[in-house]
Structures are given as C-alpha cells and as structure tokens.
C-alpha cells in the first residue's frame, strides 16, 4: 500500500507557542488530504479536509485561525497550530486520498503533541 | 448527519476466545462505505477492510470475519481464536463519497486478550 509519513512523531512545546506537523504522501499524489485529531481514549474526529491549492475546509466548530492548515503541493500538507495550548495537547492524524483508477486514502502514523 | 455508534466500550477475552464488536451505522445515502480500523497502543491505524454499501456478502479473512447486514444497518467484527496480539482499539467508520471520503468513526472498542 501507499505511505503516509508525518513529521514529526511526537512534539513537546511551551504554551503559547506555535507547533508545525507535516504530512507527506511518499509515492503518490494526494489531491486532498484529511486532518484528525483524537483526545486520550477517545474517537478520531476529523478537524478539516485540505485540497491541493486551495483554502481547507473546516469542521464545525474548529477553529480556522488557530489550526491552520497549508495543502500546498500534491504529496505535503501542514497543520500549525498557533499559540498552542495544553487543551490542544493530542494525537493529530493526517490521512491522505487518492483518486482514479485505485480511489484510496491511507493513514500517517500520527503526530502526539504535548503542550505544556 | 451519519453516525457510528460502537456500544462496546471495552472487552476482556481470554486467548483462544472468540469475539464480536459491534458496529450500528445511521445514513440517509444509499451509497457509503464502512470501514474497520485497528489502533494498536502505538498509535497508528491499521486498514482493516472496506465494504461498499452495494456489497452484503460476508467476508473473511484469517481469523476475521465481517457481517455486513443493511436490514439491521450492522457491520460487525468477528475475531476467531483471539490472541494476545489482538488486543488493541477497534474503530468502525462510515464515509459517504467513495473510498476516499472523510470518514465518521465510532467511539472504539478496546479490545483486551490475556493469557
């Protein structure tokens, strides 16, 4: 199957800082690109849906200034969150899809942000 | 709006025991797709199969097996034989527009096997 990677794995930060998580799609192009984002014990709920070059869509009740996300190539998207807070602290995972004659998404590994 | 309800939180087998997790879905689309996952305690998900809406045929694979029934709008998960390496968190999920759709996950089941 197609690899997803993120970077990085895990990430400790400082509150009020801002932290960058990369997803890659290693060999091959992912027109979008999903963000999840999954509390301790708890379900993966999606945060947003990122399109190559254009503006993210978000989920309702996410919030776009602070999670912003960059889907600016066919195999890289970014999420920032920005003037991080220990309520941000979770497990963010990224999922890739790709569309044609095999229509597919696949997961990357995931990213655990601590804020402390 | 979909939903994925999994009303077991968490389950306790002893090896060798077989297990069923429970996965009810709600959607208003005829067209969708349901989703199993494993989350081991590292994390990342694994794919564990894929059923079109248009699909009711069982499936199995090893020592997992899927019960697809739209009557009952119920996609459950049936480990045979469970082992210790089984134990993780299981996730069902719905998406809507295709395989590669946004998906709406279910709450998990943990899974927990022993010796």
């Known amino acids: 199957g197609a690899v997803v990677s993120q970077h990085p794995s895990w990430v400790i930060c400082k509150s009020g800082t801002s932290v960058k998580i990369e997803c890659r799609s290693l060999?091959?192009?992912?027109?979008?690109m999903f963000w999840y984002r999954q509390f301790p014990k708890q379900s993966l709920m999606l945060m947003a849906t990122?399109?190559?070059?254009?503006?993210?869509?978000?989920e309702q009740g996410v919030e776009k200034d602070k999670f912003l996300i960059n889907h600016a190539s066919l195999t890289l998207s970014t999420l920032t969150v920005t003037s991080a807070h220990p309520e941000d602290s979770s497990f963010y995972i990224c999922?890739?899809?790709?569309?044609?004659?095999?229509?597919?998404?696949?997961f990357g590994p995931g990213t655990r942000l601590t804020v402390l | 709006a979909q939903k994925v309800t999994q009303a077991q939180t968490e389950i306790s087998v002893v090896e060798k025991e077989d297990v069923t997790l429970d996965c009810v879905y709600e959607t208003r689309d005829t067209t969708y797709y349901l989703f199993w996952y494993k989350q081991p305690p590292s994390g990342e998900l694994v794919f564990l199969i894929r059923?079109?809406?248009?699909?009711?045929q069982n499936e199995i694979s090893g020592r997992y097996s899927w019960n697809f029934q739209k009557s009952t709008s119920s996609f459950n998960f049936t480990i045979t034989a469970s082992q210790v390496v089984d134990s993780a968190v299981y996730f069902c999920a719905l998406g809507l527009s295709g395989t590669a759709s946004k998906l709406t996950f279910g709450t998990g089941t943990r899974l927990q096997v022993t010796l």
């Open positions: 990122s399109n190559e070059g254009s503006k993210a869509t978000y």
């Open positions: 999922s890739a899809a790709t569309y044609g004659t095999r229509t597919e998404q696949f």
């Open positions: 060999d091959f192009q992912a027109t979008t």
């Open positions: 059923r079109n809406s248009f699909d009711e």
